[in-house]
Nanobody, 115 residues
Framework: VQLVESGGGLVQPGGSPRLSCAAS????????IAWFRQVPGKEREGISC????????YDAPSMKGRFTISRDNAKNTVYLQMNSLKPEDTAVYYC?????????WGQGTQVTVSS
């Protein structure tokens, strides 16, 4: 199982980058994928999750409104569209797949929001 995040970098406040999570090594269509983020010294927090079967999404209450998750099963990729970013959104962003009893994580992509 491999998850590879991309799309991070330095973003101006108010910017709207899109992160990608490319998956391989498992039947992508069968599993939900989630996005998390982590600031150094703080716990990893959930952002959003998207189901495999019907594409239904769930957003963490604190994240509602500015982040949109989507998936392209033909490309084995999940996206996170982020809008109106603020400096406090600076974090490492990770994607996650829970397969059976195991949690799989990518290496993360750093997003820094600064002018």
């Amino acid at each position: 199982v491999q998850l590879v995040e991309s799309g991070g970098g330095l973003v101006q406040p108010g910017g709207s980058p899109r992160l990608s999570c490319a998956a391989s090594g498992f039947i992508f269509d069968d599993y939900a994928i989630a996005w998390f983020r982590q600031v150094p010294g703080k716990e990893r927090e959930g952002i959003s999750c998207i189901r495999s079967t019907d594409g239904k999404t769930y957003d963490a209450p604190s994240m509602k409104g500015r982040f949109t998750i989507s998936r392209d099963n033909a490309k084995n990729t999940v996206y996170l569209q982020m809008n109106s970013l603020k400096p406090e959104d600076t974090a490492v962003y990770y994607c996650n797949a829970k397969i059976g009893p195991f949690d799989y994580w990518g290496q993360g992509t750093q997003v820094t929001v600064s002018s």
